[in-house]
């Protein structure tokens, strides 16, 4: 078990347009999901931290009003890149902790989003 | 801050010999450190965590050790396979902010 989704796995739009990418865990609760960002052959970069029914915890850097996410169940997060730019072209990946094991971040298979 | 190192951005072996990947880090001690897989255009995948208060952990090919007074974990492959290849990140649990921080990652080529 601990199977975690993402969906779209890839999308490309036009610069001005909002993409939401959502992510999923398919088998177990998450308490809390993670979003990131990654550049070609860089790290993760932790953007935010969501917990089920409360506000983002957003990295320092990271424009809230610009990556908005919701985590409206204890296995749904959503991450909307508001009016996309060329420069926010990267590889989100999501990440779940699971209810009552909150050791292993379980990983998306992430979103390739390509703006233009 | 949490500052960690891995050791070379790229590491190539030759099929069947260890690979020794270093993930060395400075200030605090995490309460467990995890090493992940990641293949190219994928998410990371869980191998192996491995908490403060132990020493060694193996599981099939992989063994993960874990030095505190070092401030490093070591993580082994043996007998490697060309499917080895592949990114290799470390990440550090804080307890305190409640998230993993990530090192850059080891890219480990196998070669027959």
């Known amino acids: 078990g601990a199977v975690v989704s993402q969906h779209p796995s890839w999308v490309i739009c036009k610069s001005g347009t909002s993409v939401k990418i959502e992510c999923r865990s398919l088998?177990?609760?998450?308490?809390?999901m993670f979003w990131y960002r990654q550049f070609p052959k860089q790290s993760l970069m932790l953007m935010a931290t969501?917990?089920?029914?409360?506000?983002?915890?957003?990295e320092q850097g990271v424009e809230k009003d610009k990556f908005l996410i919701n985590h409206a169940s204890l296995t749904l997060s959503t991450l909307t890149v508001t009016s996309a730019h060329p420069e926010d072209s990267s590889f989100y990946i999501c990440?779940?902790?699971?209810?009552?094991?909150?050791?292993?971040?379980?990983f998306g298979p992430g979103t390739r989003l390509l703006v233009l | 801050s949490q500052k960690i190192e891995q050791n070379s951005e790229a590491l190539n072996i030759q099929e069947g010999k260890t690979a020794t990947l270093t993930c060395n880090y400075t200030?605090?001690?995490?309460?467990?450190l995890q090493w992940y897989r990641q293949d190219p255009g994928r998410g990371p995948v869980f191998l192996l965590l491995?908490?403060?208060?132990?020493k060694e952990k193996r599981k099939e090919r992989l063994k993960v050790t874990f030095d505190t007074t070092l401030k490093q974990s070591l993580f082994h492959i043996t007998a490697s396979q060309p499917a080895d290849s592949a990114t290799y990140l470390c990440?550090?649990?804080?307890?305190?902010?409640?998230?993993?921080?990530f090192g850059d990652g080891t890219t480990l080529t196998v070669k027959p």
């Open positions: 200030n605090y001690s995490p309460a467990y």
């Open positions: 990440s779940a902790w699971k209810r009552g094991g909150a050791e292993t971040q379980y």
């Open positions: 990440a550090l649990y804080n307890t305190n902010a409640g998230k993993s921080t």
């Open positions: 491995i908490r403060e208060n132990e």
């Open positions: 088998d177990f609760q998450a308490t809390t």
């Open positions: 969501s917990n089920e029914g409360s506000k983002a915890t957003y």
